[in-house]
């Protein structure tokens, strides 16, 4: 497959809500639903899915840079690990690794609700069958089963005080990106300038309003990932 792995960017271009695109989504729910149904199966082979799920996060990210450097284009004003969903890969890792209870508390409201909108409304300038097409789907997809498979397997259970400390931890973030932002040009978690080919920050308003806004969606998607713990517990 010639230019796989290099940066031709004409030469594969990401289409929105293209066939590519929407088979990813479908993808990522139809993985979603084997958890649920498969969680027995899954709970005999614990070991073989972490492993699995740790090499796969872990080997696309470190050739993802690989990518980068290779085409000269690495650097400090996008390549560092200060996206959401790089901070929230981060933390799967980690999770992974040690079945924490407090890192899954802030990677199950942080990591679902990023990688669920950036697989949505992605910032991606290479579509099917490029190389970073895939690396980017599969890491964001495997972010949500990784929470989900805690949820469903591990019977973690996402609770308020994990809401507000997960809104802390990212507010926190956000502030070292912003910091970081000034120094490199980046922009970080998006609060120096919107995607440049679209997403849902269209719709939240001009700059710098939209981070206030994104800061409220960010809490009412949090909410409603608490929501279902919440009435199954009332119940």
Not at 7 to 13: L, M, S, T, V
Not at 40 to 68: A, C, D, G, M, P
Not at 118 to 142: K, V
Not at 189 to 198: A, H, Q, R, V, W
């Amino acid at each position: 497959m010639e230019g796989f792995f290099k940066h031709k960017y004409e030469a594969f271009p990401f289409e929105i809500f293209s066939f590519s695109h929407t088979l990813m989504i479908i993808v990522m729910f139809i993985g979603v639903l084997f958890i649920i149904l498969g969680r027995t199966f899954l709970k005999k082979h614990n070991q073989i899915v972490r492993i699995s799920f740790f090499t796969i996060l872990f080997l696309l990210e470190f050739l993802y840079h690989i990518w980068l450097y290779s085409g000269g284009v690495w650097d400090v004003s996008f390549a560092l690990p200060l996206q959401l969903c790089s901070i929230s890969l981060i933390l799967c890792l980690i999770m992974l690794l040690t079945k924490s209870q407090v890192v899954f508390q802030i990677v199950y409201f942080m990591g679902i609700s990023g990688a669920l909108m950036a697989i949505i409304t992605p910032e991606l300038f290479l579509g099917y069958p490029h190389f970073r097409f895939f690396q980017f789907f599969i890491t964001h997809i495997l972010i949500i089963w990784t929470c989900i498979y805690y949820v469903i397997v591990h019977q973690y259970i996402p609770t308020t005080k994990g809401l507000v400390s997960s809104f802390f931890f990212l507010n926190g973030c956000a502030g070292i990106a912003y910091f970081l932002n000034k120094i490199t040009s980046g922009n970080y978690m998006f609060l120096s300038y919107k995607p440049i080919n679209g997403s849902l920050l269209d719709y939240f308003g001009p700059y710098p309003y939209y981070i206030l806004s994104l800061e409220a969606a960010a809490l009412i998607l949090f909410i409603l990932l608490l929501l279902p713990f919440k009435l199954k517990k009332k119940r």
